[in-house]
């Protein structure tokens, strides 16, 4: 069975300057999760990685969810803030839980963490044999 991959951009910044002495949000959430992880139920099943940039830039933060066979969700404008970091990190786990319940990637935003419910989401249908286009 494919794990899910759960995609954080890294270098999602919300002030737009790399000259800052403080980390991008992105690297911050990626932290986060990271040290989360394997303290998480459905650690096994769910694979964290970097991405260098999921060209959301004026819209950090960004996140990704995806599997073989299932929808792939795209979030930006994730809240990333000193304060909230934990609490962020906490309900992408859950949403990330939710993800892996679902028999094809289908979540209904009602569902998602509060937190998580940005003006900015993408559900990307599956692609699967069927899709093919025909010639």
């Known amino acids: 069975m494919s794990k899910t991959i759960l995609f954080v951009c890294q270098s ?14 992105g690297a911050m959430l ?15 099943e769910l694979e964290i990685q970097s991405v260098g940039c999921l060209w959301t830039c004026d819209h950090p933060c960004a996140i990704a969810l995806s599997s073989p066979e299932k929808s792939t969700y795209m979030l930006a404008k994730v809240p990333v803030t000193e304060g909230s970091i934990k609490d962020t990190a906490e309900a992408v786990l859950c949403l990330s839980q939710l993800y892996l319940d679902s028999r094809d990637g289908t979540i209904p935003w009602k569902h998602f963490p509060e937190v998580l419910q940005t003006d900015i ?15």
């Open 30 to 44: 990626l932290k986060q999760l990271q040290e989360l992880h394997p303290e998480w139920s459905g650690k096994a």
């Open 12 to 25: 999602c910044r919300a002030t737009h300057t790399e000259t800052s002495d403080s980390p991008a949000e």
């Open 121 to 135: 989401i993408a559900r990307i249908p599956p692609l699967t044999a069927n899709s093919e286009s025909k010639s």
